[in-house]
């Protein structure tokens, strides 16, 4: 990456597809960056050496792979709450197409080795019940949107339990904050009009 790269705005979110491309990259992130420095601070002095052990390595892989779909089920509840001022009174509708693009998105990975199919579609039957949660209750400000998945993101940590210590506070705070900064980069690149004005057209449109 040049520096004109670094220099230049990120790019606009104005239809679907690059909708979907933002919520398949920070739901990625989200969780990834979490497994990641949170195995670092647990292993201290020692981590670069965990972190290059080919069995560590594994279990880091599992482990983020497992995450992946709690991350676009927050992300997902997320941008709902952005565009609810473009859609109107019609929440049930936005929210099947929502659900549906997040769905698109998951499909988009064949079964990681790491996890086998089996488990991949058991991810993605709980990913479906999930986004269908979504609806049962009023939009939530972004903060609150991660509690109901933060324990079961801490207990896929790749670090034993018994290492873990009094870490889930923190962690749940990483995931507030980290969702509050994604919220702000999609509201300062967002055309949210247009994009559920793309949305309503691709549900409508003949297969």
């Not at 020692?46 to 599992?62: G, N, P, Q």
């Not at 009009?193 to 949305?199: E, I, N, Q």
Request: net charge neutral; proline share 7%.
């Amino acid at each position: 990456m040049g520096l004109l790269d670094m220099l230049r705005r990120p790019r606009p979110i104005r239809n679907i597809h690059e909708l979907s491309d933002f919520v398949d990259a920070q739901s990625a992130f989200l969780v990834q960056k979490g497994i990641y420095e949170y195995s670092r601070a647990r292993a201290g002095h020692f981590s670069k050496v965990l972190l290059a052990e080919s069995a560590f390595i594994a279990v880091v892989e599992r482990s983020r792979w497992q995450a992946y779909p709690l991350g676009l089920a927050m992300v997902t509840e997320m941008v709902e709450g952005v565009l609810g001022r473009a859609r109107g009174d019609q929440r049930a509708q936005a929210l099947a197409r929502l659900s549906a693009l997040a769905l698109a998105v998951f499909d988009r990975y064949p079964p990681p080795a790491a996890l086998g199919a089996t488990h991949w579609q058991d991810a993605r039957s709980d990913l479906l019940h999930r986004l269908a949660g979504i609806g049962l209750h009023p939009a939530k400000p972004v903060k609150d949107i991660p509690e109901p998945y933060a324990q079961d993101y801490f207990a896929l940590m790749p670090i034993h339990e018994r290492l873990r210590g009094p870490d889930f506070p923190a962690m749940r705070s990483y995931l507030k904050v980290s969702l509050c900064n994604i919220h702000d980069e999609l509201v300062r690149r967002i055309d949210a009009d247009a994009v559920a004005s793309t949305l309503h057209d691709d549900a409508t449109s003949p297969p």
